[in-house]
């Protein structure tokens, strides 16, 4: 497709991990296209960036924008243009109502032509004609979750290697002192130390644009050094943004000339006083909070395991890569970074069985499965294995009610047996790949297999045989 080409309709798809959802939606929305005989070009929010950028003549010579992303992919950009804006799921699920929609008129105008001259200073003001509150909360949020977890990754993964070579090899004092597992776990330490201050920075970035970066990045140094944590990582950026909204508002009449003072001297000045001052007195009730959360966890981790398992199982596996999936790996991820490695370990069970569940039925069940399901089945051992979640999609949506709750029982009998067997995994990706820095390695594989085979037979229980 040539560069001056003009397309009837521009998508935008983005998901928080930026891993499987983003290209889904993508694949969905253009196929959905095709088969209307419509021109689309699809622009993909993934991990490694924008891919696909529209250029400014394709938005000016389209007819309608689609957004299905669950994080911020600038929408400020379609001025005078009808946007329909969801989340990255109904990308997937309902590609094709989502084109006719466009091509039927639906959408709103989110930024009017006649205020296309504002577009930078006030691109990033709550519009609920188009998105309701709550949404726009969680897309916010989840911008800030989607910049954070190449870090919580890479930090984590660095700090659980520097573990090979023992527990305690980072401490000079120890008789397993190692130099290298010591720089390794520095860097890591560094890494992961940095999940609150992206997370509230991101989360800033999303509500106030450009100008709440440093307002966020700030708030999220404050809520990480008082030790504040994740939640108080979430409440720096939201007061972060909201600081830009607000002085965006009270400077709205000042002088033209005063334009480029604004974004140099007066928004960081003062978004940076406002939020500062704030977070100062948040801080000590939050760590608070913060700590009893940790206490409240821990003892269900060690007082009733089988609940816990049953929690964490349900939520992984409702929405694979989803919010309630997210909900419970965050929660994981923050619990990592205060030194409890089993909760993380039941969460991570539960991410890695769904698309396993798909290949063991497809193995037992040959006869009720089409060639594309058995070949994507097969696909799914390899992203089982690598902790991608989202495999397991397909399937489920084929038949939600029937297929859900077997994707939830595998993945509930996987961090049940996780927790019983007192699994740690210091890591919170990576699926098999970390083996090596897990505690009891055997019995987390076992864990994930026996959740795995049971959801599989769950699953093949519920399907017809197929006539070929």
């Given at each position: 497709m040539g560069g001056n080409m003009k397309y009837k309709i521009l998508a935008a798809t983005g998901c928080t991990t930026g891993i499987a959802h983003t290209y889904m939606a993508q694949e969905k929305l253009e196929q959905a296209a095709k088969n209307k005989g419509v021109s689309i070009k699809v622009e993909t929010h993934g991990q490694i960036g924008v891919e696909n950028e529209f250029t400014t003549e394709e938005i000016k010579e389209a007819?309608?924008?689609?957004?299905?992303?669950?994080?911020?992919?600038?929408?400020?950009?379609?001025?005078?243009?009808?946007?329909?804006?969801?989340?990255?799921?109904?990308?997937?699920?309902?590609?094709?109502?989502?084109?006719?929609?466009?091509?039927?008129?639906?959408?709103?105008?989110?930024?009017?032509?006649?205020?296309?001259?504002?577009?930078?200073i006030n691109s990033?003001?709550?519009?609920?004609?188009?998105?309701?509150?709550?949404?726009?909360?969680?897309?916010?949020?989840?911008?800030?979750?989607?910049?954070?977890?190449?870090?919580?990754?890479?930090?984590?993964?660095?700090?659980?290697?520097?573990f090979l070579w023992g527990i305690f090899s980072s401490d000079p004092n120890h008789a397993s002192y190692n130099q290298f597992a010591a720089i390794l776990k520095n860097i890591g330490g560094i890494a992961l130390g940095l999940m609150t201050p992206i997370l509230a920075t991101y989360i800033a970035q999303s509500i106030g644009k450009?100008?709440?970066?440093?307002?966020?990045?700030?708030?999220?140094?404050?809520?990480?050094?008082?030790?504040?944590?994740?939640?108080?990582?979430?409440?720096?950026?939201?007061?972060?943004?909201?600081?830009?909204?607000?002085?965006?508002k009270l400077l709205k009449n000042a002088p033209k000339q005063l334009d480029g003072l604004k974004a140099i001297f007066l928004y960081p000045l003062f978004s940076v006083l406002i939020t500062g001052l704030l977070m100062t007195i948040i801080v000590g009730p939050m760590v608070t909070i913060n700590e009893a959360m940790m206490k409240f966890l821990a003892q269900f981790e060690n007082s009733n395991p089988i609940i816990l398992g049953f929690i964490v199982g349900i939520m992984c596996a409702t929405d694979f890569g989803g919010p309630v999936n997210k909900a419970a790996y965050v929660t994981g991820t923050a619990l990592l970074a205060?030194?409890?490695y089993s909760f993380m370990a039941g969460v991570s069970a539960a991410c890695i069985a769904p698309p396993l569940v798909t290949t063991i039925s497809v193995?037992?069940?040959?006869?009720?499965f089409t060639k594309d399901e058995k070949n994507a089945a097969y696909v799914n051992a390899i992203?089982?294995?690598?902790?991608?979640?989202?495999?397991?999609?397909?399937?489920?949506?084929?038949?939600?009610?029937?297929?859900?709750?077997?994707?939830?029982?595998?993945s509930s009998v996987a961090a049940i047996l996780t927790y019983l067997m007192k699994v740690q995994v210091p890591a919170p990706h990576g699926g098999f790949l970390v083996l090596p820095v897990v505690t009891n390695p055997l019995q987390w594989v076992i864990a994930i297999l026996v959740g795995s085979i049971v959801g599989g037979i769950a699953l093949g229980l519920t399907r017809k045989k197929i006539m070929e």
């Open positions: 007819e309608a924008i689609i957004i299905a992303s669950d994080k911020d992919v600038q929408d400020e950009r379609f001025v005078g243009k009808r946007i329909i804006d969801v989340s990255v799921l109904q990308g997937i699920k309902n590609a094709d109502k989502l084109i006719e929609d466009a091509l039927n008129g639906k959408g709103v105008v989110k930024y009017p032509i006649n205020n296309s001259e504002n577009i930078n990033s003001q709550i519009n609920n004609e188009n998105l309701n509150f709550g949404r726009q909360i969680y897309r916010h949020l989840m911008n800030g979750v989607s910049h954070m977890l190449p870090f919580v990754v890479s930090g984590g993964v660095l700090i659980a290697i520097s450009r100008p709440a970066i440093v307002p966020g990045f700030i708030a999220g140094f404050i809520a990480h050094n008082g030790g504040a944590g994740f939640l108080g990582g979430i409440i720096a950026g939201f007061i972060a943004g909201y600081s830009i909204i607000l002085l965006e205060q030194g409890n193995l037992l069940f040959k006869n009720k992203l089982g294995a690598t902790h991608i979640t989202e495999g397991a999609i397909p399937f489920a949506a084929k038949y939600p009610l029937r297929a859900l709750p077997c994707f939830m029982l595998g």
